[in-house]
């Protein structure tokens, strides 16, 4: 998996930014950050004495930790997790005073074949963000009348077809 850096591409491309992509996605981290989640834990701070012990005080740097942050949410939404909750107080301090709480994705609605009660059903997860603070966008289809389009994970249990349904407008996606 490659980082999508947005605003954090001029730390991204710096060694520490790379050797930081490559330590997060180290098996073990990855496993650290899974079971924090699975024990109602951020992510950020299971790692948080991993990271100061490799990278010391470059870590400490507030630029560098929201960029953390934000590489973990990538990793954790790759691995099917959502967010949960934002600016959670953490438990351990030594890096990290908030953090984000993340949760298993795989609820009933955000499965792929999921059908809701407007027989609106569910393609799977488009790799894209949704348009509402932290969701995925999935791909829906109307069984009614076929219209395909995007739509939040947040609201797929009661969507409606905006086709024919008079349901709010989609999530405007590209068709591979």
Request: proline fraction near 2%; charged fraction near 25%.
């Amino acid at each position: 998996m490659k980082y999508n850096a947005g605003n954090f591409s001029d730390y991204a491309e710096l060694s520490l930014g790379k050797d930081l992509w490559k330590f997060l996605n180290r098996e073990d981290n990855i496993i650290r950050m899974e079971t924090a989640t699975d024990l109602g834990r951020t992510a950020a701070e299971a790692i948080s004495k991993k990271l100061l012990e490799e990278f010391g005080a470059d870590v400490k740097v507030n630029r560098v930790k929201q960029m953390i942050g934000h590489m973990i949410r990538q990793i954790m939404e790759n691995r099917g997790y959502q967010i949960g909750s934002q600016n959670v107080k953490v438990n351990d301090k030594r890096l990290f005073v908030k953090a984000t709480k993340y949760q298993d994705g795989t609820t009933t609605t955000t499965q792929i074949g999921y059908i809701n009660r407007k027989n609106q059903k569910n393609h799977g997860h488009m790799n894209l963000q949704g348009n509402d603070h932290g969701a995925l966008a999935y791909k829906l289809e109307c069984l009614l009348c076929g219209h395909i389009y995007g739509a939040n994970g947040t609201d797929i249990f009661q969507r409606k077809c905006p086709a024919c349904q008079n349901g709010k407008p989609g999530i405007p996606f590209e068709e591979n």
